[in-house]
Every structure is written in C-alpha cells, then in structure tokens.
C-alpha cells in the first residue's frame, strides 16, 4: 500500500507508529482533540492496513538473521585476507564457527574435586540452585532451554 492519499490520515499513521497513542496521533495528524474520532481513525481499514505496512517494513529492516551475520563476517574475513591480515581473518572464521554452532565455549564452574565430594542428591541440588539462578530450571530439576 503506498502512502495514504490524505496527508493526515499517513501523518496519523506515522505517529501511531512511532509509538503515539490514537489521541495524540489524531492531535499530530492536525485535528483538534477527540478521543472518539481518533479511536475511529485507528480501526480505519486503510489506516489499519497502513500502520501493518510501515511496521513490516521496520521490522524487516531491523531484522538480523543468521544468514546476515555469516554474510558480514565472510565479508570481514575476505577483507582480512586481501589486506594481510590472517589474525582478522581468524577471528572471523571463528565467528562463523560459533553462530554456525560449531565451536561451543564452555567454562569449568569450581576447583578440581569440588564436586567429587557431593553425593548425587548434593549435586542434584547444586545444579538445581544454579540453574534456578539463571531461570533455566523446571520443577524437577533438569535443565531446559
């Protein structure tokens, strides 16, 4: 849909976009004040269809996908390349290894031994308590993502 034909109504769009309320949007758009009005102007199917318009076209924008991300860095690493800089280029192959889920980084949590000393229900409940931290816990302990 293009712009609305009425300046008003696509001004009235534009500000409920940006996040305005029906009345201030219809106050912006140059109306005087009237909550009916602009609750009407806002159920208007062109109005509607208008604001629908202009968000999907934000949100594709804004948008960052896996796709672009590996794309960007591919485009980091050949430019690493052409100008002598295997470092550069190393660090963004090992970006796209890690979006691509293929180098996992884990981190030892305690001393060595610490947990050799736990019973399984001690352990069980450690895990459960950390988990429970991180709001990853379900009600029988196991962790879920």
């Not at 309320?21 to 004040?33: K, M």
């Not at 947990?115 to 409940?125: I, V």
């Amino acid at each position: 849909m293009p712009v609305l034909p009425n300046a008003r109504h696509e001004r009235f769009a534009q500000e409920i976009v940006k996040g305005k309320t029906a009345g201030d949007a219809y106050e912006a758009a140059g109306y005087n004040p009237n909550p009916r009005n602009a609750g009407r102007f806002k159920q208007n199917k062109e109005i509607m269809a208008r604001i629908a318009e202009i968000q999907a076209r934000g949100a594709l924008r804004a948008e960052v996908t896996v796709a672009s991300v590996l794309n960007e860095l591919e485009e980091a690493r050949q430019l690493a390349m052409s100008i002598s800089q295997p470092a550069a280029a190393t660090a963004a192959a090992m970006g796209k290894a890690k979006v691509k889920g293929l180098i996992v980084e884990r981190k030892e949590v305690g001393a060595p031994g610490d947990f050799d000393r736990m019973s399984d229900d001690e352990l069980r409940n450690w895990i459960a308590r950390e988990t429970s931290a991180l709001s990853y816990s379900d009600t029988d302990g196991e962790t879920s993502h």
